[in-house]
């Protein structure tokens, strides 16, 4: 299952990492899958400054898979500078995370997330949503033209 582009691993749990990482290899999501461990490298990622400011130009996420609760630059904070800049207002971002918390959920949404996906505990439940996020968002997903 891949399309051209990467998925963008915002997540500063190692284990989850882990579980994630392994969930895409089982699912056959061959996507390369970039991680970065906290919304200050996320946004410089994503915007090529910082550390990533030689990040070769032209090499987008197709999406960022974006957890709510992350040091230095909360989630939320993240996805509000995502949405306010014109060159990745349009990016898929999928929160990712298990915070069942109403607020999270509205806020999420609110601030422009596309989906919200609750992390689940066990390792067979989340392989599952890991291949249904892979299918959808790198294979069936029409996203709209890069600017």
């Not at 970039?34 to 915007?47: H, K, P, Q, S």
């Not at 910082?50 to 032209?58: L, W």
């Given at each position: 299952?891949?399309?051209?582009?990467?998925?963008?691993?915002?997540?500063?749990?190692?284990?989850?990492?882990?579980?994630?990482?392994?969930?895409?290899?089982?699912?056959?999501?061959?996507?390369?899958?970039?991680?970065?461990?906290?919304?200050?490298?996320?946004?410089?990622?994503?915007?090529?400054?910082?550390?990533?400011?030689?990040?070769?130009?032209?090499?987008?996420?197709?999406?960022?898979?974006?957890?709510?609760?992350?040091?230095?630059?909360?989630?939320?904070?993240?996805?509000?500078?995502?949405?306010?800049?014109?060159r990745t207002r349009r990016l898929p971002v999928v929160m990712l995370t298990s915070s069942d918390e109403?607020?999270?959920?509205?806020?999420?949404?609110?601030?422009?997330?596309?989906?919200?996906?609750?992390?689940?505990?066990?390792?067979?439940?989340?392989?599952?949503?890991?291949?249904?996020?892979?299918?959808?968002?790198?294979?069936?997903?029409?996203?709209?033209?890069?600017?």
């Open positions: 299952m891949k399309r051209t582009g990467i998925i963008l691993l915002v997540e500063d749990n190692p284990y989850d990492v882990e579980l994630t990482l392994r969930a895409f290899a089982q699912s056959k999501v061959m996507n390369e899958v970039v991680v970065v461990r906290d919304g200050t490298e996320a946004l410089d990622y994503l915007f090529r400054t910082g550390t990533h400011a030689g990040r070769e130009p032209g090499v987008e996420p197709e999406v960022v898979l974006l957890d709510l609760k992350l040091p230095k630059v909360d989630g939320l904070e993240v996805l509000r500078r995502l949405r306010a800049d014109e109403e607020q999270d959920i509205v806020a999420s949404y609110d601030l422009g997330a596309n989906s919200y996906v609750r992390k689940p505990v066990d390792f067979a439940r989340f392989l599952d949503a890991a291949g249904h996020l892979g299918l959808y968002w790198l294979v069936l997903n029409h996203a709209p033209p890069r600017r």
